[in-house]
């Protein structure tokens, strides 16, 4: 399993808790004392909000960096954008980190660094993980974008609102101006120990920040499966979009308590019907996780509410 997926179940699970903790929520407006924490509080949950969210758009495309075929795919076939990335930008992120680096430990880091972009063209493996992202403090608002983009996948934001609106958070969320609230935010209350964060902009962050995650690692996960099979994406001719993505979705069955069912997109991908019901989570997840697996297809594991909880690529 995915290491940056794994670790963002687990944050984006506790900033729900603490969300939902009644330490950050308002009293009366008397309780001077009491409302100062919880602004202070909030303050701090919308800095860790944008950070589970840079983390992991960062972790996970360190991942796939690594996922490349070896026996498929060669350096040549990589786009200009990802080429670049790899060795160039890589660099950058490198000199940037170093700064974060013990004095006595940097060159040595540094050096450590190297081999990944120095060998980039006949070790298609094992791509730096500082080719995205890496070189500022904070994601850009349109580094996940230009890291689709890299991959051969189409569309940049558009195409994550599209991948949300199919995974039960779409609606009419302009996902690209989320991300840019979710960043305002987090330097607001980084910037301003006197910022004023209301909670129900958290609590909504929530839904946001799951939207962008989860649709930007579905589609980044298809990039690469589809340059494993030697059919490398060219964005002039044949880029990847949400419409090459297989969903199946598994969730708490509405009326047989304790059963979960699998579902699948109707062929107008305007609703989901059930195909089958499992006695338990796990049976669900071996069973689908089985045949996801021969169909090249993902899963998103829902909430009685729809809402994401975790999601499986391969």
């Known amino acids: ?12 699970s506790t900033l729900r808790d603490s969300l939902n903790d009644p330490a950050v929520a308002d009293g009366p407006p008397s309780d001077v004392q009491k409302n100062a924490i919880a602004s202070m509080l909030r303050n701090g949950l919308a800095v860790l909000a944008f950070a589970i969210t840079e983390d992991f758009i960062r972790d996970r495309t360190a991942e796939v960096l690594n996922g490349f075929s070896s026996t498929t795919v060669k350096f040549e076939d990589l ?3 990802l080429q670049n990335a790899v060795t160039i930008s890589a660099l950058s992120g490198i000199l ?4 974060y680096q ?3 430990n940097k060159i040595p880091w540094v050096l450590g660094q190297i081999p990944p972009v120095a060998g980039a063209a006949t070790s298609i493996t094992n791509l730096s993980k500082f080719s995205f992202g890496q070189s500022t403090s904070n994601l850009g608002d349109d580094e996940p974008a230009k890291i689709l983009g890299a ?26 101006q989320a991300f840019k609230d979710l960043a305002k935010r987090r330097h607001s209350a980084a910037h301003n120990v006197a910022a004023k964060i209301p909670l129900n902009d958290l609590l909504n962050s ?8 989860c649709s930007f690692d579905l589609l980044l996960s298809r990039a690469l499966a589809i ?8 964005k002039k001719k044949s880029p990847v979009s949400e419409k090459d993505l297989v969903l199946k979705f598994v969730s708490p ?11 699948v997109e109707s062929s107008g991908g305007a609703a989901l019907h059930t195909t089958r019901v499992f006695a338990s989570l796990a049976e669900a997840r071996t069973e689908v996780g089985s045949r996801a697996l021969a169909q090249g297809a993902y899963i998103v594991f829902q909430a009685s509410n729809g809402v994401p909880e975790a999601w499986e690529t391969w």
């Not at 569309?155 to 996902?175: F, H, P, Q, V």
């Not at 929530?206 to 995650?213: D, R, W």
């Open 96 to 99: 940037f980190r170093a700064k």
């Open 79 to 81: 786009s200009e954008d």
């Open 227 to 234: 340059h494993n099979t030697g059919k490398i994406p060219d």
């Open 102 to 104: 013990e004095k006595v």
């Open 151 to 176: 991959f051969g996948i189409a569309g940049g934001w558009t195409s994550i609102g599209s991948t949300a609106k199919r995974i039960g958070l779409g609606g009419a969320l302009d996902y690209a």
């Open 206 to 213: 929530v839904k946001t920040i799951l939207g962008i995650c």
């Open 1 to 12: 399993m995915s290491i940056a997926r794994s670790n963002f179940e687990s944050r984006i």
């Open 253 to 263: 069955h509405p009326s047989q308590t304790g059963k979960f069912r699998e579902q």
